[in-house]
């Protein structure tokens, strides 16, 4: 009489007792797939603080899980500006701010600036302005952003006569062009190629408009800033 064995893990073969399992990932693996589903959710409702169990779902995990990741929003919100951060070429950066040439140095930057929001979306402007996320303990990864506009803004500062506030307003004014153009192109509503073209001559133009003089809107914008 011949004996029948029954599979491991009950009577179906092994094969669909395992289909429905999620990847095995190791602790990092884990981490990088919790933040890409966090990603998600921040760009979709446009800031913090967001749904753990909302995640959870999307990552197809425990909230248990997700909180022995992040004890909290603002570790998450931590973890999400350092890894938005890294994508950043530091490299290409300092080389486009040291084009012989000022408002060619401009134009550089922002076609970098441009060239990030359109590959992964306006997630690092999300959470640089997260009102939220800016009441948390850790102000040491959002000092390391504002270090990295520092080159450029110096770099106008010296070049155009304005003050370190005032250069620090232009920057940031001039940022809205790449970004809202590479949001845009992030979501397929325009022709990349064109809209990095426009981007840098807006820049270029703004720039020259200056002529050496602060338009007055930004003096007073400047007055008031409170900046990093």
Not at 55 to 80: D, E, T
Not at 102 to 129: I, M
Not at 160 to 185: C, D, F, H, N, Y
Request: glycine share 6%; charged share 25%.
């Amino acid at each position: 009489m011949i004996e029948h064995r029954s599979q491991p893990g009950g009577n179906e073969p092994a094969s669909a007792a395992t289909s429905d399992r999620q990847p095995r990932f190791n602790r990092d693996e884990r981490q990088a797939d919790l933040l890409r589903h966090a990603a998600r959710e921040v760009l979709g409702q446009g800031g913090f603080p967001i749904s753990f169990e909302r995640l959870a779902c999307a990552a197809k995990v425990s909230k248990a899980l997700v909180y022995n990741y992040f004890p909290n929003q603002y570790a998450l919100g931590s973890a999400l500006l350092s890894d938005a951060l890294a994508v950043v070429d530091r490299t290409a950066l300092r080389h486009a701010v040291a084009q012989p040439d000022v408002l060619t140095a401009a134009r550089d930057c922002a076609d970098l600036y441009f060239d990030l929001v359109s590959r992964h979306g306006p997630l690092l402007h999300v959470l640089l302005a997260d009102a939220f996320l800016e009441q948390g303990p850790d102000r040491t990864t959002f000092g390391r952003a504002s270090v990295m506009l520092l080159p450029i803004a110096r770099r106008l500062k010296r070049e155009l006569g304005l003050s370190s506030r005032e250069a620090m307003v232009i920057v940031q004014l001039l940022l809205t062009i790449p970004e809202e153009a590479g949001r845009k192109v992030f979501h397929g509503d325009v022709d990349a190629e064109l809209a990095r073209r426009l981007c840098g001559e807006t820049i270029v133009a703004s720039l020259a408009a200056l002529d050496g003089q602060t338009p007055a809107h930004v003096a007073e914008v400047a007055a008031g800033a409170d900046f990093l």
